[in-house]
């Protein structure tokens, strides 16, 4: 099931003007490219990722047609609770209807563009050793990427991809393949989708309707912000080159974090940390480009999840239902996938969800929608990670 024909949104009669984006630079295969098979690690995913719901052709169409209804029907919702015009004028980025396959192979392109410069830091660390980066060495890691997400494939309902436009199209995407729209695009995993609105046994239009709105307002955010997603690039390039820094380290911390995760089988759910294999890869300079990095995630999601959160029956006609059930889920994770979910950080990100939208909701009652919103003015109103859980301090900070 996959329709990865661009879809934009239908646009207003008279929009209102959009802050332009910075142009969309793609990012050169450099050196550091040979450290990761990103090709295999696309066909790897897609021969392990589990079967979707067994469809015809004509459920599969029904299906597509209806997520992209929901995706356009959700965009107005999402204007008036946030109040962001950015809104009104989404012609920078696209949706696109994919498969779990699908889903596996952009998010390759996407790790290539986040990783350049990390992978061609740590090549040139090698290289200057005296190392060599074998193409045994790439082949190994890309099989590793390609099985973690196989297993993510089947959890992602949705997701925007603000760095589909910097990456360079290469025989993995077809070199004549047309490139994506400046933004980004909007990936909705038509088969997890599916199979959540059966196992929840809730109304599909409304579920997909309410799925939507968390995702459109990603594609919104970056939209208001278009300098935010070159400032996370930079961010995570920064940790990165902190990382490879004490590469000589990673492998022994690596093992510890695996062999930690036993010792958290008894943490409550308030156990600091987050949860992942990054716990012990910090120095001082790591905690703290990883606190900037944490911050931004928990808004950004939390404030996805607070905009969903802000529709009523009168939009979502059963959404007290979809929450209840939805929340309720996963209780019943068998200790493998728990395993992997904790190595992979998967339920810090669900902490992020709650701690984010903590904060947006703390500094709307305090300064209202609209001085929340100067947020995406500049990089320098971004949240820390301590106003992030102590809000008055960034009201405080930006004056409101």
């Not at 294999?277 to 996805?304: C, I, N, Y």
Request: charged share 20%.
């Amino acid at each position: 099931m996959v329709d990865m024909s661009p879809h934009r949104s239908a646009q207003p009669s008279t929009p209102a003007p959009a802050t332009p984006n910075p142009p969309a630079t793609p990012v050169p295969v450099s050196t550091g490219a040979s450290l990761v098979n990103w090709e295999l690690a696309a066909r790897t995913a897609a021969g392990l990722a589990p079967a979707g719901p067994a469809l015809n052709g004509a459920e599969i169409g029904r299906a597509v047609e209806n997520l992209r209804l929901m995706a356009e029907k959700s965009v107005p919702h999402v204007h008036e609770i946030s109040r962001l015009e950015a809104a009104r004028d989404l012609r920078d980025s696209e949706v696109l209807v994919v498969d779990r396959a699908s889903w596996a192979k952009a998010n390759t392109q996407s790790f290539a563009v986040m990783m350049d410069p990390i992978m061609s830091a740590l090549a040139a660390k090698q290289a200057a050793a005296g190392k060599n980066a074998a193409a045994a060495g790439a082949t190994v890691t890309g099989a590793q990427l390609g099985a973690v997400l196989a297993f993510l494939s089947s959890k992602v309902l949705g997701q925007y991809d603000p760095f589909a436009a910097l990456a360079v199209p290469t025989a993995m995407s077809g070199a004549s393949a047309p490139r994506p729209a400046s933004g980004g695009r909007l990936l909705l995993v038509a088969p997890n989708i599916l199979t959540v609105e059966r196992d929840l046994k809730v109304d599909p239009d409304d579920f997909r309707l309410w799925v939507c709105l968390h995702e459109q307002t990603h594609r919104v955010q970056f939209a208001a912000a278009p300098w935010l997603r070159l400032h996370m690039l930079a961010e995570i390039e920064k940790l990165g080159g902190l990382l490879v820094g004490d590469s000589d380290h990673l492998g022994e911390r690596l093992l510890q974090a695996v062999r930690s995760l036993g010792s958290k089988k008894d943490a409550g759910p308030d156990t600091p940390g987050r949860g992942a294999v990054l716990d012990l890869l910090q120095t001082p300079e790591q905690k703290a480009a990883l606190s900037h990095v944490t911050a931004v995630m928990s808004l950004l999601e939390g404030h996805a999840n607070v905009v969903m959160d802000g529709v009523d029956a009168s939009i979502v006609p059963t959404v007290r239902t979809i929450r209840q059930r939805f929340n309720n889920r996963g209780k019943d994770r068998g200790a493998i996938e728990k395993f992997i979910r904790n190595l992979l950080g998967l339920d810090a990100k669900m902490r992020q969800y709650s701690d984010g939208a903590k904060f947006v909701r703390e500094v709307v009652a305090i300064a209202g929608m609209d001085g929340f919103n100067t947020v995406w003015t500049q990089a320098e109103n971004l949240p820390t990670e301590p106003e992030i859980h102590n809000a008055r301090l960034w009201v405080e900070r930006m004056g409101l």
